[in-house]
Nanobody, 126 residues
Framework: QVQLVESGGGLVQAGGSLRLSCAASGRTFSSYDMGWFRQAPGKERELVSGINWDGSSIRYADSVKGRFTISRSNAKNTAYLQMNSLKPEDTAAYYC???????????????????WGQGTQVTVSS
């Protein structure tokens, strides 16, 4: 089992940047693929980006390609989401999630992920 704690959210103006962190504790961090999801009010939770256990497989939602970068440090038991050129439509609660790795490509569906953090709010003002 793994526990996840997100940090780094906040209020930023359009065009600004934020870096989210997801600190993991419990089972070996490299046993998990990691995902960042977001959910805006009235909308379904969506995958923002995912990274597999060793970083060899990464995927992004089309809406964030070229602006967001996912990374992980297995030595620090932490996953990151660097968000640049933020837009008001990026406003949402952001969640990190962990899925027991299958040592293949990163998983893309929320139902593939077994463990979730409590979320951190990102608000982008226009």
């Amino acid at each position: 089992q793994v526990q996840l704690v997100e940090s780094g959210g906040g209020l930023v103006q359009a065009g600004g940047s934020l870096r989210l962190s997801c600190a993991a504790s419990g089972r070996t961090f490299s046993s998990y693929d990691m995902g960042w999801f977001r959910q805006a009010p009235g909308k379904e939770r969506e995958l923002v980006s995912g990274i597999n256990w060793d970083g060899s497989s990464i995927r992004y939602a089309d809406s964030v390609k070229g602006r967001f970068t996912i990374s992980r440090s297995n030595a620090k038991n932490t996953a990151y989401l660097q968000m640049n050129s933020l837009k008001p439509e990026d406003t949402a609660a952001y969640y990190c999630a962990a899925a027991s790795t299958l040592f293949g490509a990163v998983r893309l569906g929320a139902r593939d992920y077994d463990y979730w953090g409590q979320g951190t709010q990102v608000t982008v003002s226009s």
